[in-house]
């Protein structure tokens, strides 16, 4: 009864892309329903690569995937050319990360940052879930998942919490959480005082501005853990590396970054 009803929406409300709003073909629907029946028997990212390919249209999905650009293996910023600093590039060579290693979609910039600003703004929650699946293949892809004990996400202040009514790197985390089979954990974090908005200041300001901001549920044992720290966007990295130092304070072991994207330039 439910795949009739599943069939009959499908019919009278064809999928369509969750960028340009273009109708997905039946065939490729079609294609992906048989494949996610036989899923047992496909990678891990085979399956959730044809979950993808059934939400967004041919056009865009090709544009959210930059593989011939390399990666900055520490900070996740996308380069036009391997870095010549090992696993760190010119962008945070000299900066002091807390965590191990930071995974992104791609650099903020062209399609990649009008959906970002169209899921903070406009709380397009099948936006959010759609860009949660596609970071999720890229953690599966890095094989950095299999390192991961607990997944949570930057908090929000409950003042801007409640202002705004969503909170989107929460959200990610959940999706991620659920593709990739480990705890989502949003209770350990706590955001502890209001904090400006970390785009509107200068880089030398931002991390002051979250200095002691957040804290760490002293009820939740995390000792030997190894946590997956989501957030939207990291641009100096300041507020996940604040973070980064409070969980490793309380025991962790190692912290993982995971954003939608990295507010860098590509060079």
Same mark, same amino acid.
């Given at each position: 009864?439910?795949?009739?009803?599943?069939?009959?929406?499908?019919?009278?409300?064809?999928?369509?892309?969750?960028?340009?709003? *273009?109708?997905?073909?039946?065939?490729?629907?079609?294609?992906?329903?048989?494949?996610?029946?036989?899923?047992?028997? /496909?990678?891990?990212?085979?399956?959730?690569?044809?979950?993808?390919?059934?939400?967004?249209?041919?056009?865009?999905?090709?544009?959210?995937?930059?593989?011939?650009?390399? *990666?900055?293996?520490?900070?996740?910023?996308?380069?036009?050319?391997?870095?010549?600093?090992?696993?760190?590039?010119? /962008?945070?060579?000299?900066?002091?990360?807390?965590?191990?290693?930071?995974?992104?979609?791609?650099?903020?910039?062209?399609?990649?940052?009008?959906?970002?600003?169209?899921?903070?703004?406009?709380?397009?929650?099948?936006?959010?879930?759609?860009?949660?699946?596609?970071?999720?293949?890229?953690?599966?892809?890095?094989?950095?998942?299999?390192?991961?004990?607990?997944?949570?996400?930057?908090?929000?202040?409950?003042?801007?919490?409640?202002?705004?009514?969503?909170?989107?790197?929460?959200?990610?985390?959940?999706?991620?959480?659920?593709?990739?089979?480990?705890?989502?954990?949003? @209770?350990?974090?706590?955001?502890?005082?209001?904090?400006?908005?970390?785009?509107?200041?200068?880089?030398?300001?931002?991390?002051?501005?979250?200095?002691?901001?957040?804290?760490?549920?002293?009820? *939740?044992?995390?000792?030997?853990?190894?946590?997956?720290?989501?957030?939207?966007?990291? *641009?100096?990295?300041?507020?996940?590396?604040?973070?980064?130092?409070?969980?490793?304070?309380?025991?962790? @072991?190692?912290?993982?970054?995971?954003?939608?994207?990295?507010?860098?330039?590509?060079?």
């Amino acid at each position: 009864m439910l795949e009739i009803a599943s069939k009959m929406r499908t019919l009278c409300f064809p999928p369509r892309c969750v960028n340009c709003r *273009t109708e997905i073909g039946q065939s490729k629907i079609r294609q992906n329903q048989y494949r996610g029946k036989h899923a047992t028997s /496909l990678h891990q990212h085979e399956r959730l690569t044809s979950l993808l390919e059934s939400h967004w249209c041919d056009r865009c999905f090709p544009n959210l995937v930059h593989q011939d650009l390399a *990666t900055c293996w520490t900070c996740g910023a996308q380069l036009n050319q391997q870095s010549p600093l090992g696993i760190r590039c010119a /962008l945070c060579f000299k900066k002091n990360f807390r965590f191990t290693r930071a995974i992104s979609l791609g650099n903020y910039q062209g399609q990649l940052q009008q959906l970002v600003i169209r899921m903070k703004n406009q709380h397009d929650e099948p936006l959010t879930i759609q860009l949660g699946n596609l970071l999720a293949n890229q953690l599966i892809d890095s094989e950095l998942f299999e390192n991961i004990d607990l997944i949570t996400a930057v908090p929000t202040h409950w003042w801007r919490r409640l202002k705004r009514g969503f909170q989107a790197a929460e959200m990610i985390a959940e999706t991620i959480a659920h593709e990739v089979d480990r705890q989502f954990r949003p @209770e350990i974090l706590k955001c502890q005082r209001s904090t400006k908005k970390q785009g509107t200041l200068a880089s030398t300001a931002r991390q002051k501005n979250v200095q002691n901001a957040f804290s760490v549920n002293r009820s *939740t044992s995390l000792q030997g853990a190894n946590v997956l720290l989501i957030d939207d966007v990291m *641009t100096s990295g300041a507020t996940v590396n604040e973070i980064s130092r409070i969980l490793l304070r309380s025991g962790v @072991e190692k912290v993982y970054v995971g954003v939608i994207a990295r507010g860098a330039r590509v060079s």
